[in-house]
């Protein structure tokens, strides 16, 4: 729960009180997650993470459990005014994050306005640290929109964002780049600003104030929200119950079928028509104080009256302080259905340890021969090589690392498999830090690898041995052939055989180009398995290095077209196994 009382903020009102969970508990889910699931990053989540007064605490004893570990904090846009030396040194680890912070408005007037208890104090200090401590680039949220805002006040941001890069830039580093998005407010139900109402028009003319002002700036990039997503927010958010006659309307029309972001057009045409069917407005107009609400009904906790109360005060540019650390807003949410806030004192810092990082002397080598069947062959080569990385992580097997700012795992295959496709031979180098028997190796291994992904064979090799990428010189298939129409497969296997020279065409993906190669001396193997009218299925040995000499199924579909003279296509492919140069001399 989040009790800072940001007025355009639904989260912030629906999960009252405030409530801390224990410190130790926090460490203890990190890392038992961590050792269950492999995984080298993780995120303290909340509202407000930063009004976590035990964040410092428990991020440096995070940090120095997971010290020799290639594992990396990351916390969500977090307040800029509680930022810090101890945050900065935590966050971060093997891969340091990005940084977000969300200022809101870009004065101080309306940042009072929206109760977001934030000073151009705090937010050049928070900045000022972020850069110190080695960002060079931080993300800002602004919002435009808010109730009383000028045209001063949008402008403030790009002012606000100058000022920031020129107080960083003095401190003699050389660059310092903002990301920026501005948001556009959509009023949401249970909030102080629900009551309030921007039109569409007013949007664009802000969004032009912001696109002028910026083209002063160097080092910022700067992102609109879509002001059509904005408007049909609004106009979702607080419609009522007769709202779902529409939504069912536009979903026979087929507007799941269209993406907002990559078919706007298409998209929103379908919701006007709609909405013009059911006389809606994009422009929603804001109700009167008095008036009952559409989900009046839903009790939160918190009172109406003081969300009204508190929007006159946002009227009045009244701050109203943060009840788990000043006095009580009364808000209504406190009793006995809620409860109250549980704020817990903050634990003492530990003392932040120098990471010592990841070991990078291998000690071990080992060679693994390995099957990737059944739902398997949907895992695409990336998520494998992270699947092995996580596997090892749960079966505690430490792997040696990579030097340089980004240490990778010393895990490497021969050859990435086609998405989609099976096989019983692919192969993989574990290079170990902490040296294990071979059996015990395989058998920790698999016990953490999902159904599909089954360990054939695993050997110790030199650790000065090639890569088996650079050993790689074959590839056995099993393919089956689907012809157009009954075929003598038997005589087609004799001409290919038999043939000098076999030539196929190739489509550079970069130029779209077509060239055409001889493939006669990457067939090292071929024959016929099973026959039937229209179908065969073939076994063949090709060739298969880094260097882009592969002889591909696809090549061996044209092969047979032009041995066959007829239309052929490629039914099934498995991979058989993979050879290594030792393996075949």
């Known amino acids: ?30 890392l038992t997650g961590l050792q269950a699931t492999g995984f080298n990053e993780f995120s303290l989540l909340s509202l407000s993470c ?69 000073t151009n104090a705090d937010l050049l200090n928070g900045i000022k ?158 109700p009167p104080i008095d008036s009952p609400l559409p989900w009046d009904f839903i009790d939160t906790g918190i009172e109406k009256q003081w969300l009204v109360d508190d929007y006159a005060k946002a009227l009045a540019e009244a701050i109203v302080p943060d009840c788990s650390f000043d006095s009580c807003s009364h808000c209504g949410i406190c009793g006995e259905d809620f409860g109250a806030n549980v704020v817990l004192a903050p634990r003492a810092v530990p003392q932040l340890e120098t990471p010592s990082g990841p070991p990078v002397q291998p000690k071990q080598r080992l060679r693994v021969v390995f099957a990737k069947r059944s739902e398997m062959r949907f895992i695409g080569h990336l998520d494998l090589q992270r699947l092995w990385e996580r596997a090892c992580r749960r079966a505690s097997l430490v792997l040696a690392y990579s030097n340089g700012f980004h240490p990778m795992p010393r895990i ?42 089954d360990l054939c064979q695993v050997e110790e090799i030199p650790l000065k041995s090639p890569a088996a990428a650079q050993a790689l010189v074959a590839a056995e298939y099993r393919i089956t052939l689907q012809a157009s129409q009954v075929t003598d497969w038997h005589s087609a296997l004799k001409t290919v055989l038999a043939s000098e020279s076999l030539p196929v065409e190739r489509t550079s993906k970069k130029s779209g180009k077509t060239h055409t190669l001889d493939c006669r001396s990457w067939l090292f193997e071929l024959e016929l398995l099973e026959v039937g009218e229209t179908e065969a299925t073939f076994q063949y040995a090709g060739a298969c290095r880094n260097d882009g000499t592969v002889l591909r199924p696809d090549d061996l579909v044209q092969v047979f077209q032009a041995a066959t003279a007829q239309e052929v296509s490629l039914a099934n492919v498995y991979r058989l196994g993979l050879r290594l140069a030792t393996l075949c001399e």
């Open 1 to 30: 729960g989040c009790t800072r009382g940001c007025r355009f903020c639904q989260p912030g009102m629906l999960t009252r009180p405030a409530r801390d969970v224990d410190p130790d508990a926090v460490v203890e889910t990190v």
């Open 129 to 286: 640290t972020a850069h110190e401590h080695g960002w060079d680039m931080v993300k800002l949220y602004f919002m435009i929109g808010l109730p009383t805002e000028t045209d001063e006040d949008v402008l403030g941001i790009a002012e606000t964002i100058g000022w920031l890069q020129r107080e960083c830039r003095a401190q003699g580093r050389r660059r310092f780049e903002v990301h920026v998005t501005i948001s556009n407010f959509t009023p949401k139900p249970h909030t102080p600003f629900q009551w309030h109402t921007v039109t569409a028009a007013e949007l664009r003319h802000k969004h032009n104030l912001l696109k002028t002002a910026f083209r002063r700036l160097k080092g910022v990039k700067i992102n609109f929200t879509d002001i059509r997503v904005s408007a049909l927010e609004d106009v979702l958010t607080r419609a009522g119950r007769d709202m779902s006659r529409a939504i069912l309307r536009v979903w026979e029309l087929g507007v799941a079928r269209h993406d907002p972001w990559f078919a706007p057009d298409a998209f929103f045409g379908l919701w006007d028509q709609v909405l013009g069917e059911f006389d809606y407005s994009w422009d929603v107009v804001g």
């Open 412 to 453: 490497s295959t021969a050859t990435a498999l086609a998405l989609g496709m099976e096989s019983d031979g692919e192969i993989v180098d574990f290079e170990l830090a902490e040296p294990v028997p071979v059996a015990d190796f395989r058998a920790r291994l698999q016990s953490q690898l999902p159904h599909g992904v």
């Open 50 to 118: 930063s009004d976590y007064l035990s964040l410092p605490a428990v991020g440096v004893q995070l940090h120095n459990a997971l010290a020799a570990d290639t594992v990396s904090l990351s916390l969500p846009s977090q307040r800029v005014d509680r930022f810090n030396d101890e945050l900065a040194g935590i966050i971060g680890g093997a891969r340091k994050p990005s940084l977000t912070f969300a200022p809101e408005a870009g004065t101080q007037r309306l940042r009072d306005v929206i109760n977001k208890g934030l």
